[in-house]
């Protein structure tokens, strides 16, 4: 008898070593989870006739890995994060706590950190039954094998996040590089002798939600316009790309700016469904008459400066944004009279907002105070961004900042 004992105690020391040896085997091959699962069920239940397994593994929310042997309304009912979290080491469910854990005789916590990563319920010990029960006879065996498996099974999720992380940050990276080709870089901006143009753009993430540009729509007109997304992020973006297609395919010397601004209202409101609104400057300069045209729809008021007689005057908004109602109620068109070589500059409330020392916002203050200069407007825009710290040294940033300036002449 004591030979066959010793037998049957090394055959199962072997059992124990050759499925730990397949289980990590089976890691290192880059199992399946589902895979993982049904090894490490088949060990317990079939080969140790440990008769019902439930695990609760943490990610993100509780969630029931596996469940071999227990009913499903039994498993669903349990809240781990109210009923598991108390036990912190190796457990034996007492007749009181039968009454909350039925069927379930050891509670094996798995931590990671000191924090609760998964919670194994074994049940089946048979006290009537002869001779030790299988699970306190195998225990540390089942606790042991338990932790490798969860403990894989939160390597394999943190892998799969690092990948679809890294997929992520790709397609912004495309999208950043696709949206940084919807804003017109200073070399393709106007310069004339009628009109000098010039642009800084920042998004607060890989991607933004504003918008500027500038277009020539015949020999003697030019058009400009700055918006800005209501939000920031991806679904901002997404939106003003849509919009900045909408706009280009829309403006013309032709159309009358308020057509354009209702027309580009029920394309927001069609595809924001309210949701998002957009602020917008659109413009128009006539270079034989001198005449600027605009409408501001809920922007903020660009600045104009005319450099011979040191006026400053702002362009204030006369409508509200574009997406805010179905239908916009009221449209003005405005027109200054460009008589001296003016600077204008517009701009996002991403530069506006920002705080100075004082803690409130700088509004156009440094707008004004680099643009009243007779020097180029691209070195006044080059000085205010550096003034400001913009992007890396300004630890108030938190909105894209974008800026379209021109000279008229």
């Not at 394999?156 to 992520?168: G, H, P, T, V």
């Not at 753009?201 to 500038?214: L, S, T």
């Not at 027309?263 to 949701?275: C, F, T, Y």
Request: aromatic share 8%; proline share 4%; with cysteine.
């Amino acid at each position: 008898m004591d030979n066959k004992a010793s037998r049957n105690r090394l055959q199962m020391s072997r059992f124990k070593l050759d499925s730990l040896l397949d289980i990590t085997m089976s890691i290192n091959a880059n199992l399946s989870i589902e895979e993982l699962l049904a090894k490490y069920e088949r060990i317990l239940r079939e080969e140790l006739n440990i008769g019902k397994i439930l695990i609760y593994m943490f990610s993100e929310e509780w969630k029931c890995l596996l469940n071999a042997g227990f009913s499903g309304e039994f498993a669903a009912g349990i809240d781990p994060e109210a009923a598991l979290t108390q036990f912190e080491e190796r457990t034996i469910v007492t007749q009181e706590e039968k009454s909350v854990f039925p069927d379930v005789d050891i509670i094996l916590p798995v931590f990671n950190n000191n924090v609760p990563l998964a919670y194994v319920l074994i049940g089946d010990i048979d006290e009537e039954g002869e001779g030790m029960s299988p699970v306190l006879k195998h225990i540390r065996f089942i606790q042991t094998i338990s932790s490798i498996i969860i403990v894989a099974i939160e390597n394999i999720r943190l892998f799969d996040e690092s990948l679809r992380q890294e997929a992520l940050k790709k397609e912004l990276e495309l999208a950043a590089r696709m949206q940084t080709m919807l804003i017109p870089d200073n070399i393709s901006l106007h310069q004339t002798k009628h009109i000098k143009v010039t642009g800084y753009y920042h998004p607060h993430y890989d991607v933004g939600g504003d918008y500027y540009d500038c277009i020539s729509l015949g020999e003697n007109i030019t058009g400009l316009c700055i918006a800005d997304v209501s939000g920031k992020g991806i679904s901002a973006a997404l939106l003003m790309s849509n919009f900045q297609a909408s706009f280009r395919a829309l403006f013309s010397a032709d159309i009358g700016l308020g057509v354009l601004i209702h027309k580009l209202n029920d394309i927001v409101v069609q595809n924001a469904s309210g949701e998002k609104f957009i602020t917008f400057f659109v413009a128009r300069y006539n270079h034989d008459s001198r005449e600027l045209e605009y409408i501001n729809a809920a922007h903020n008021p660009p600045v104009l400066f005319d450099i011979v007689t040191g006026e400053i005057n702002y362009l204030e908004a006369s409508s509200v944004g574009i997406g805010m109602l179905d239908v916009i109620p009221t449209i003005n068109t405005s027109i200054v009279k460009i008589v001296n070589p003016t600077k204008l500059v517009c701009y996002t409330d991403g530069l506006s907002e920002l705080k100075g020392e004082d803690g409130k916002d700088i509004g156009t203050a440094p707008i004004i105070k680099h643009i009243s200069n007779m020097k180029p407007i691209d070195q006044n825009i080059k000085a205010l961004i550096r003034d400001l710290g913009i992007p890396d040294n300004n630890p108030h940033l938190f909105d894209d900042v974008s800026i379209i300036a021109a000279v008229l002449s």
